[in-house]
């Protein structure tokens, strides 16, 4: 994806709308593991941005170590006024600063595109986890959601997602390439009605969807032109919306007599 200088706007991401709650996949993770062969387990989150995710996390989860990665200091900035106890790394997802099989969870929410090295990425996270650890993926997925309200009046940001993201078959391929097992992928339909006025007033405010910031000022100008005639027309349409989110494991090596 494009190519947005997230230094530049961080402090707008920093708003209560992108606020988490703990992560319910990395808690599963962790009551199904029971015990650790060291004593604190590590997690990571590659692509934290403000680190909203990591801090919910550690709000909940005591005696865990949290390490969060992103490209862009801005972010970085804010993460660690919001929780300077986590470990606020900056740099590229393609080549993590971290030792070989230190982390037992790795997550990558809404970001891994950034990175533009996806093959990269995977056999980073494959290193950096250590046998029995688990990668956990969740973005948005284009390819079945091409009626989204911004694909629907900014046709360009679809063309840019499409070059970006992964077909979720591919994406699975490459991990199981890297050498992740038991992969699997869960789709979570959240189409909704949409009122065009509202989503005018959304969209006028470029900032709110990475995929605004990263299409042209002219193909920018010209979805809003479409929506505001399109307030005249209708006052609510339905949005496809989808969420994927892949899984992998590094298992433990078999040993045999």
């Known amino acids: 994806m494009k190519r947005t200088d997230y230094d530049k706007i961080a402090h707008l991401y920093d708003e209560r709308a992108r606020d988490h709650v703990a992560d319910e996949a990395l808690l599963d993770f962790l009551s199904t593991r029971g015990s650790f062969r060291q004593s ?11 680190g909203k995710q990591l801090a919910a996390n550690h709000e909940r989860l005591s005696g865990v170590a949290f390490v969060g990665i992103d490209r862009f200091q801005g972010m970085l900035r804010i993460a660690r006024q919001r929780c300077p106890e986590i470990a606020w790394i900056q740099a590229d ?15 990558s929410q809404f970001s891994y595109p950034h990175v533009r090295n996806t093959a ?4 980073e996270i494959f290193r950096v986890l250590r046998p029995g650890g688990r990668f ?3 973005n948005i997925d284009p390819w079945s959601m091409t009626n989204w309200a ?15 993201f992964l077909p ?16 699997s992928a869960r789709q979570e339909e959240r189409s909704s009605w949409r009122d065009a006025e509202e989503f005018l007033a ?29 307030t005249q027309l209708r006052s609510n349409f339905i949005s496809q919306f989808v969420l994927v989110t892949i899984t992998g494991d590094k298992c433990r090596p078999r040993f045999t007599d």
């Not at 604190?40 to 403000?50: E, K, S």
């Open 168 to 183: 979720v078959g591919q994406f699975l391929d490459l991990m199981r390439a890297v050498g992740f097992q038991g992969v």
């Open 202 to 230: 959304f969209a006028s405010d470029r900032h709110r969807a990475s995929q605004l910031m990263a299409i042209s000022n002219e193909a920018y100008t010209a979805g809003l032109q479409r929506l505001i005639r399109d």
């Open 40 to 50: 604190t387990p590590c997690v990571l989150d590659v692509g934290c941005g403000a």
């Open 120 to 123: 990269g990425l995977l056999n």
């Open 93 to 107: 997802g393609a080549s993590l600063p971290l030792v070989s099989q230190a982390c037992d969870y790795a997550t």
């Open 136 to 138: 956990v993926m969740t």
């Open 150 to 164: 911004i694909y629907r009046y900014f046709p360009e940001a679809l063309a840019l997602d499409c070059q970006d």
